[in-house]
């Protein structure tokens, strides 16, 4: 009897695909088996996220397309997990009751016992924790990328900002053991992985758990003496935590990345003060400054929200100064939106739709604008480049291929004429080329250096003989071949 297939589809940000990664593992771990690209599933898992607008809609439109394929397909389940299902909890049964599981953030661990009760008991199983249960990376995991990968180094915030919900969903911050973390590095290093993204909700606030306010700068330069470990990232901090040992031990740790994520959401100090954001604009900048002046080479993102109740054009203003100063090498912009259960959807003086979208246009103009003018700076620079899976471009051709640079950038190169690079590998170019959202190099790489890693890539993707095919209704997979190429950093939230 073969087994029983499932497929995960994941929304929101890094620490959904992050718990994704864990649910794969723990169907593979339970006997379930991953049901190949296009294939119907015997089990749909929907990950999803309370944060990301319309993140409802998505996953009720998604449920009511899939409730004729389980009335003809017998034996099919479907759980919903995650923050919507943190947040709703039996609300999911009682608008959608062909629903088998549905089960929170604190307790993911859980899905494949409730899975089999579901089915001998033949009843939806609603299982919501308000705690955590069992800290997600000593689960089972099935990583999408076997070259890079997310280790999770707290759960949780602490922060109370008006627009999020998070904290209510994730519960307070834990943290892992130091011990713990580096052991998960070193494991990983040993399967080939040569690039991690340190993760956590509020990633540099490392430490206020276990008591030891360096905690983070330590676990960076602890990285660094992993051997065979390259690449180290983070995501995301919050500038109220970003102190200057960090910035020490980002600019003295080699293998960590010249590259920084940090959330501005508002320029203004009034907004940012209704956001409850325990920084003001000043703050913001002065980090910049001094991560500048120790890495005159760091590439800089963060993310932006436009419209945030009370914003008047003067507070939108003092955005786009920051913006100017701060010449962000990409920025992740958002317009405001409601979030039930937050105070600010509740506040008054909500922006006008038709004001958030002309000053969230103004924003993108200038963003652009920098981004391509950072972006030519790059030109006739020689880098190495991580080759990367599932990045390539739009336009299908098949005589470039993708990578990221130290700095995070996305890199299209010139496909070698010789022996190909595999994802994993790195190869050496000269950028001849700039846009605001990538740099290309024209001519023929310089090098290519085979690395553990792209020998981890080619065992995992080795050719197996082909399955018959299926459909199953275009649903995104959870999938991060790069995870420090995530879409959007974060969840909005940091």
């Known amino acids: 009897m073969s087994a029983r297939t499932y497929k995960v589809v994941t929304y929101g940000c890094q620490m959904n695909v992050h718990d994704s990664e864990r649910l794969s593992g723990l169907l593979d771990d339970a006997g379930y088996a991953r049901a190949p690209e296009g294939d119907e599933a015997d089990v749909v898992v929907f990950n999803t996220c309370a944060v990301r607008e319309n993140a409802d809609n998505r996953l009720y439109g998604n449920l009511g397309r899939l409730a004729p394929v389980k009335a003809r397909r017998d034996g099919m389940q479907i759980a919903v997990g995650g923050c919507l299902a943190q947040k709703d909890r039996d609300t999911i049964v009682r608008k959608a009751p062909w629903v088998d599981v549905v089960f929170g953030t604190h307790n993911i661990g859980s899905l494949p016992a409730l899975l089999e009760r579901s089915r001998v008991e033949r009843e939806a199983q609603v299982e919501i924790l308000d705690s955590l249960e069992t800290f997600p990376s000593t689960l089972p995991t099935r990583r999408e990328s076997a070259y890079a990968a997310w280790v999770a180094i707290s759960v949780g915030c602490n922060n109370t900002c008006t627009f999020c919900i998070v904290p209510a969903l994730r519960g307070k911050e834990k943290d892992r053991r130091p011990g713990d973390i580096l052991a998960e590095v070193e494991a990983l290093v040993a399967e080939g992985v040569t690039e991690v993204t340190l993760l956590g909700q509020n990633v540099n606030a490392y430490g206020s758990d276990i008591g030891d306010r360096e905690a983070f700068s330590k676990l960076l330069r602890a990285c660094g003496g992993v051997e065979g470990l390259e690449r180290v990232r983070f995501t995301s901090p919050h500038p109220r ?254």
């Open 241 to 494: 935590d970003f102190t200057d040992d960090v910035i020490a031990a980002m600019a003295e740790t080699p293998n960590v990345m010249h590259q920084l994520h940090m959330p501005l959401q508002s320029g203004s100090d009034s907004v940012l003060r209704a956001m409850r954001r325990s920084y003001r604009q000043e703050r913001y900048l002065s980090i910049i400054e001094k991560v500048r002046a120790a890495m005159p080479d760091a590439a800089i993102s963060t993310d932006i929200i436009v419209g945030f109740p009370g914003e008047t054009d003067e507070d939108f203003e003092q955005t786009l100064h920051v913006v100017r100063e701060a010449r962000f090498a990409q920025a992740f912009t958002f317009q405001y939106s409601k979030r039930p259960g937050t105070p600010a959807a509740e506040m008054p003086d909500q922006v006008p739709k038709a004001v958030v979208q002309e000053r969230y246009d103004r924003l993108i103009a200038l963003q652009e604008e920098i981004s391509w003018a950072e972006n030519r700076k790059q030109v006739g620079r020689t880098l190495e480049v991580l080759v990367a899976e599932g990045e390539g471009r739009k336009d299908d051709r098949t005589d470039r291929l993708s990578g990221r640079a130290p700095d995070n950038r996305l890199v299209h190169f010139k496909r070698p004429a010789g022996e190909a690079p595999r994802p994993g590998d790195m190869v050496t170019v000269e950028v001849t080329y700039a846009a605001p959202h990538h740099l290309l190099a024209e001519g023929e790489p310089l090098a290519l250096r085979r690395t553990r890693a792209g020998d981890a890539w080619e065992k995992r993707n080795a050719p197996a003989a082909p399955a018959a095919k299926g459909v199953m209704l275009g649903l995104p997979t959870v999938g991060a071949p790069a995870p420090a190429a995530a879409e959007a950093p974060g969840c909005g939230c940091d």
